[in-house]
């Protein structure tokens, strides 16, 4: 039985056929391409190998198309999908419903750091479920302190709260922020307006998305919640300018971008924004939602630039999969919180809370982030040799595993080129940034491979 066969054996997946019915859409053939995350046999191919991206297009199978169907009827239509239907994953591989494999270069949009179905991570969840899986937080959970204990011990903070998604987190800090302003000036004139950079995201809920830069997320949703400023990313002087108004509860700032395209602050200007703050009394926040808990080679990203911040969220490789959110504050902003300020009903139930402490336990063992880091500049370098002399790669940047490929064009061809030789790929910043965030754990082969795959590709963005 192979890696595939086996993961699915507890769960029959529909027998795919061969071509979608009439007036179904079309999708490229890929080719299979076997990676090296685990050693275990790939599941044979269900069509033959494309020559590359000018491969013939293939219809869709009428067990993918049948799930596209269902989707369009009954999910609301706010995703734009890749034309693929995933049933599996093991390590850093994900099966399609046909049982090809794809080398999976986006981890769930940086999410699954341990990459799939990790076993330790499985074990974890499984026993967790046989125990206790949610209890709410009007009582004690005893995965939760075990939780909150190693973050704090890991990183600046002195107390955490616990959400279920990024967007939470960052919810939860704007809360936060402004009840501290209020508690720091009871004369009642407290700061309660925010800044934020360009190209910077921070959440699609009513307040995170008044933080977030990209007008076309916020313009169907006007108005937002008022007073937050943008400034250019890395533009101190002008960050100082706003800080110094006097009307500014807290700053909010990625480390290093993700979605708006890869782009690593310096340790000049996230001190500078510390500086800032210390003398006008606002608040820095770091949202380390992506670049936090190893993906840039530190456990924190903030521990790059030696700068501390006030408070921290983070969320999307916490658990690997599972949803879970967390804001990092100090001793300042939390003995400003009171008992009824903020709540949740799911935020750190004990499910996801074992999970997480068992993604502590493997990130945070001897080596591993030394192993992200250098596999992250090799990664780099070999982008640069094997992508060098190709007209429209404009920069290849990042830090430890969150690496960007900036185009001259838009990077969608190259993308879908990519997902029909078997490698699978987002997209950032203005659409025109290949964003490269696999599984933590990803071999120097399969980074190989994915730099030959996307190499290959390129032609794509010519025609």
């Known amino acids: 039985m192979n890696s595939l066969q086996s993961f699915l054996a507890v769960a029959p997946v529909v027998k795919p056929a061969t071509a979608a019915p009439a007036g179904g859409r079309l999708l490229s053939s890929r080719r299979a391409r076997v990676s090296a995350c685990l050693a275990t046999p790939a599941p044979p191919p269900t069509a033959a190998p494309a020559a590359g991206p000018g491969a013939a297009r293939r219809e869709l199978s009428a067990a993918s198309w049948a799930v596209v169907e269902d989707e369009a009827k009954y999910i609301v239509g706010t995703y734009k999908r890749a034309q693929v239907v995933f049933v599996a994953g ?3 591989k994900l099966y399609d419903i046909d049982g090809r494999e794809y080398l999976d270069m986006a981890a769930g949009i940086a999410v699954n750091a341990l990459g ?12 967790q479920s046989k125990r206790l899986g949610h209890a709410s937080n009007v009582g ?4 939760q302190v075990q939780l909150a204990k190693r973050l704090v011990e890991a990183s600046f903070a002195d107390r955490v709260f616990f959400a279920n998604s990024g967007t939470e987190a960052n919810e939860a800090a704007i809360k936060f922020s402004r009840k501290y302003q209020r508690v720091a000036h009871p004369d009642g004139d407290a700061p309660t307006e925010f800044v934020s950079f360009s190209n910077c995201f921070h959440g699609r809920t009513m307040g995170a998305l008044a933080l977030t830069s990209k007008v076309q997320y916020r313009e169907p949703f006007e108005p937002v919640m008022p007073g937050s400023t943008f400034v250019e990313y890395g533009n101190l002087e002008e960050a100082k300018k706003v800080i110094q108004s006097g009307k500014i509860a807290a700053v909010f700032v ?4 993700g979605e708006g395209g890869i782009h690593s602050a310096t340790k000049e200007f996230l001190q500078g924004l510390r500086d800032a703050c210390d003398e006008a009394g606002a608040l820095l926040v770091f949202d380390e939602v992506q670049c936090g808990l190893g993906r840039t080679g530190y456990l924190w990203a903030y521990e790059i630039y030696g700068v501390e911040p006030d408070m921290m969220t983070l969320a999307k490789p916490l658990a690997n999969g599972l949803p879970i959110g967390v804001v990092l504050v100090n001793e300042k902003i939390a003995a ?5 300020d903020h709540g949740t009903t799911f935020g750190g139930n004990p499910f996801v809370c074992s999970t997480a402490l068992a993604v502590l336990d493997k990130i945070q063992k001897p080596g591993f982030l030394a192993e992200v880091s250098k596999k992250g500049e090799n990664f780099k370098q070999l982008l640069k040799t094997k992508l060098s002399g190709n007209p429209h790669v404009k920069e290849i940047r990042g830090i430890g595993l969150i690496v960007g490929i900036e185009l001259d064009v838009p990077a969608g061809p190259l993308v879908d080129a990519c997902l029909d ?8 910043g203005k659409g025109n940034v290949v964003r490269l965030v696999p599984p933590l754990i990803i071999s120097e082969k399969e980074l190989e491979q994915a730099a030959e795959v996307i190499r290959d590709c390129l032609s794509a963005l010519d025609s």
């Open 90 to 92: 093991r390590g850093c």
């Open 116 to 127: 799939h179905c990790d076993p330790d991570l499985v074990d974890a969840a499984t026993d």
């Open 140 to 143: 004690y959970t005893v995965p």
């Open 254 to 257: 990625e480390p290093v971008q």
């Open 336 to 340: 400003a919180i009171n008992y009824g």
């Open 421 to 428: 030789a078997g490698v699978f790929l987002l997209t950032a």
